[in-house]
């Protein structure tokens, strides 16, 4: 897989993306993730990709030009499956959402900045748009690695044991059960008894009852 990144702030990006599960990731060559800079992409003197915005509004908007010649130099070059833009009034990201994206060849992932892009990149360059949640950040970068990491640690491969992917939180609609290591006993706060039983089925019985009831109580949403 190859995720390209597009970002006025490229410099957000590679602290997270060369460390833990995405630089595993890189490391295997199991997926790609590249950043662009898109000043490098803006024919204005100064590197500006934002100006103001028609009608007045207060705030500044990203410029059609550099997002359209870099997602047009990089289409020239392979194609993509998807061209998302991350913004908060879009698709919230889900569980279900990374796995079917986990599946896909090639995506780009615009980084919305200061008051939005121009409205003309999301109309005619943009497949689809996503939000992590019900709030405004200062910019896309953030989501976006969200979106990479939630993406590239389903890729087989990436994670030592598959299975810890495909057991985790929101897979089957239900919160993950608790879970506990050594030592079995501190301070007086035990681990339940049946985990240290040997006893596969009852340890996988008394996991789904706990995902269940700390579902109900916390995200009884899931459920519905």
């Known amino acids: 897989m190859r995720i390209d990144i597009l970002t006025v702030l490229p410099e957000m990006l590679e602290g997270p993306i060369s460390c833990s599960i995405l630089k595993r990731a890189r490391d295997k060559g199991l997926a790609e993730i590249v950043v662009h800079n898109l000043r490098e992409y803006t024919t204005n003197k100064h590197r500006k990709v934002d100006d103001y915005p028609f009608g007045g509004e207060a705030g500044m908007v990203m410029q059609i030009e550099p997002v359209d010649r870099c997602i047009e130099a990089l289409k020239a070059e392979?194609?993509?499956?998807?061209?998302?833009?991350?913004?908060?009034?879009?698709?919230?990201?889900?569980?279900?959402?990374?796995?079917?994206?986990?599946?896909?060849?090639?995506?780009?992932?615009?980084?919305?900045?200061?008051?939005?892009?121009?409205?003309?990149i999301r109309e005619h360059l943009i497949t689809r748009e996503i939000s992590i949640g019900d709030y405004v950040l200062t910019g896309g970068e953030i989501p976006a690695v969200a979106i990479a990491d939630a993406v590239v640690r389903l890729i087989p491969g990436v994670i030592g044991d598959e299975q810890s992917a495909l057991s985790d939180s929101f897979q089957d609609n239900l919160l993950a059960p608790p879970v506990y290591t050594r030592p079995a006993e501190y301070k007086g706060w035990k681990v339940p008894d049946v985990l240290l039983s040997g006893h596969n089925a009852r340890i996988e019985e008394w996991r789904h009852e706990q995902a269940l009831e700390r579902t109900r109580r916390l995200r009884p949403d899931l459920l519905d």
Request: include cysteine; hydrophobic fraction near 35%; charge should be negative.
């Open 78 to 120: 392979r194609s993509y499956d998807e061209v998302i833009y991350t913004s908060p009034d879009g698709e919230t990201f889900n569980q279900p959402m990374a796995n079917a994206m986990s599946l896909l060849d090639n995506i780009i992932i615009l980084c919305g900045h200061y008051k939005g892009v121009d409205y003309r």
